[in-house]
């Protein structure tokens, strides 16, 4: 494995712990609001979202290497957020956290087998934007310690 994808294994790796070190200080918070506005999601929907854009990050990232075209040109991000929230509205805080723990042992054996060049091929991301699959690594960790960060503050949860 190269030095550059043991770099981003890293990131998300530290990006994943810094979550479950806020999700394991949550008790019995999951129904507290994090955003009064836009999504307006409760921690345990936040968490519905970051299972969801894990698994939406992987097929993304892994599609671009295959060389398919997987975010559509009309994608509606706030819109697919939204919804995939909704349909998921009976999955457990246990539940998220598995399929979490599940998409990032999918996402790291693929990571293990992947050829540095592959991190260079570029596709169109869920933010419409046209970015490598490097990036898009970055991103995911990005997003995950961003929501984390979201959860600590809306719980006043000291890190």
Sequence with gaps: MSERIQALKAKLTESRA?????????????DNAVFSDGAAWDVRQLLIHLADADLGSNRQVMGIVEGAEIIPE?????????????KRAEMTVEEARASLEESRAALNIWLEALDDSALDRRGRHASMRILSVGTILEIMADHERTHADDIAAALGINI
Excluded: I, K, Q, T
């Design 18 to 30: 810094y979550l479950n070190r806020v999700l394991d200080a949550v008790g019995n918070s999951w």
């Design 74 to 86: 009309n994608f509606d991000l706030e819109r697919y957020n939204r919804r995939a929230v909704e």
